[in-house]
T-cell receptor, first 109, second 112 residues
Framework: EDQVTQSPEALRLQEGESSSLNCSYT??????LFWYRQDPGKGPEFLFT???AGEEKEKERLKATLTKKESFLHITAPKPEDSATYLC??????????FGAGTRLTVKP | DSGVTQTPKHLITATGQRVTLRCSPRSGDLSVYWYQQSLDQGLQFLIQYYNGEERAKGNILERFSAQQFPDLHSELNLSSLELGDSALYFCASSTGEYVEAFFGQGTRLTVV
């Protein structure tokens, strides 16, 4: 069965300390990879869509990249308001969107 | 605001009962997804509809069913409820295949 694995499960950073989150997936007919941000008790908020290896997308302090086996979400100089759970999702040929367990990010001032 | 509307926001019901959750997708979106998120758990894919037809099915229990109506709104029916069904239920919609989906704010179901 196709799998989506995110690491680390939790990440604590100091404000301004850059880092990366990882999302790895099984390679069998990937049609798209998506990054979301989720605050507690709220619905996931869409961040990026990636379709092809080598593709990059950027928004404010976030940058998402995609290779043939994994995606990274780079966070540059994070602020406390970036604290959230970051979710990765993939869509395969059967079109259902499967989510990883997420990385819970805490940014301390 | 994502444009996806879910009602009700909160629901408390007893074991053995049946409830219906409703989702109105963003204007123009043809695809609707349903997810379950239990406390401290990830998003579990339940089912997807595209323009009224079931498109993909995840780990949806036989006690659960869904449908998408001609006006594209969708309903998720949960029956013979158990304590373990307590969770946040999210609906998401997208324009079509292999594109990003936008989520509603969820329905928090509590089974007592």
């Amino acid at each position: 069965e196709d799998q989506v694995t995110q690491s680390p499960e939790a990440l604590r950073l100091q404000e301004g300390e850059s880092s990366s989150l990882n999302c790895s997936y099984t390679v069998s007919g990937l049609r798209g990879l998506f990054w979301y941000r989720q605050d507690p008790g709220k619905g996931p908020e869409f961040l990026f869509t990636l379709y092809s290896a080598g593709e990059e997308k950027e928004k404010e302090r976030l940058k998402a990249t995609l290779t043939k086996k994994e995606s990274f979400l780079h966070i540059t100089a994070p602020k406390p308001e970036d604290s959230a759970t970051y979710l990765c999702a993939v869509v395969y040929q059967d079109n259902d969107m499967r989510f990883g367990a997420g990385t819970r990010l805490t940014v301390k001032p | 605001d994502s444009g996806v509307t879910q009602t009700p926001k909160h629901l408390i019901t007893a074991t053995g009962q049946r409830v219906t959750l409703r989702c109105s997708p963003r204007s123009g979106d043809l695809s609707v997804y349903w997810y379950q998120q239990s406390l401290d758990q990830g998003l579990q894919f339940l089912i997807q509809y595209y323009n009224g037809e079931e498109r993909a099915k995840g780990n949806i229990l036989e006690r659960f069913s869904a449908q998408q109506f001609p006006d594209l709104h969708s309903e998720l029916n949960l029956s013979s409820l158990e304590l373990g069904d307590s969770a946040l239920y999210f609906c998401a919609s997208s324009t079509g295949e292999y594109v990003e989906a936008f989520f509603g704010q969820g329905t928090r179901l509590t089974v007592v």
